[in-house]
């Protein structure tokens, strides 16, 4: 009697643990979960995205709401944080400065330009790995 009633509760056991580890499991959320929790649709996210993002020579907000449309939400829910960082340090001219003093190249020109055509996830990456050189 002892053993069938140890073999039952470590079967229960052994069944609650197991809907634990699949209620754990399934608390990450998808990309469009995120979309939809943080901005309602991806249309609201796309419309986030093209006040920020750079336009190409002669493409218009609407042309970049056209492109990002097809866009992975994943995609576009990392182009928002860089997005979000990027603000964070003061904006892109600021973040431009900021490298520039950095590395000891704020008078020069030519390099401050072309820091002007790094992506915002770039600028932010080298502004990171700047500023822990620096501190070290």
Same mark, same amino acid.
């Given at each position: 009697?002892?053993?069938?009633?140890?073999?039952?509760?470590?079967?229960?056991?052994?069944?609650?643990?197991?809907?634990?580890?699949?209620?754990?499991?399934?608390?990450?959320?998808?990309?469009?979960?995120?979309?939809?929790?943080?901005?309602?649709?991806k249309?609201?996210?796309i419309?986030?995205?093209?006040?920020?993002?750079?336009?190409?020579?002669?493409?218009?907000?609407?042309?970049? $709401? &056209?492109?990002?449309k %097809?866009?992975?939400?994943?995609?576009?829910?990392?182009?928002? #944080?860089?997005?979000?960082?990027? *603000? !964070?340090?003061?904006?892109?001219?600021?973040?431009?400065t900021?490298?520039?003093?950095?590395?000891?190249?704020?008078?020069?020109?030519?390099?401050? $330009? &072309?820091?002007k055509? %790094?992506?915002?996830?770039?600028?932010?990456?080298?502004?990171? #790995?700047?500023?822990?050189?620096? *501190? !070290?």
């Amino acid at each position: 009697m002892e053993d069938t009633v140890a073999a039952s509760f470590s079967y229960q056991l052994l069944l609650v643990v197991n809907n634990e580890e699949k209620l754990s499991m399934n608390n990450k959320q998808s990309p469009l979960q995120i979309v939809k929790e943080k901005f309602g649709s991806k249309e609201k996210l796309i419309e986030s995205l093209t006040g920020v993002l750079q336009l190409d020579e002669g493409e218009s907000k609407e042309e970049l $709401a &056209k492109r990002l449309k %097809y866009v992975a939400n994943a995609k576009l829910l990392h182009l928002s #944080s860089m997005a979000e960082e990027v *603000k !964070a340090l003061g904006g892109r001219d600021a973040l431009v400065t900021k490298i520039s003093e950095l590395k000891g190249q704020a008078k020069d020109s030519d390099f401050i $330009a &072309k820091l002007k055509t %790094y992506s915002n996830g770039r600028l932010a990456d080298l502004h990171k #790995s700047l500023s822990r050189k620096a *501190k !070290a």
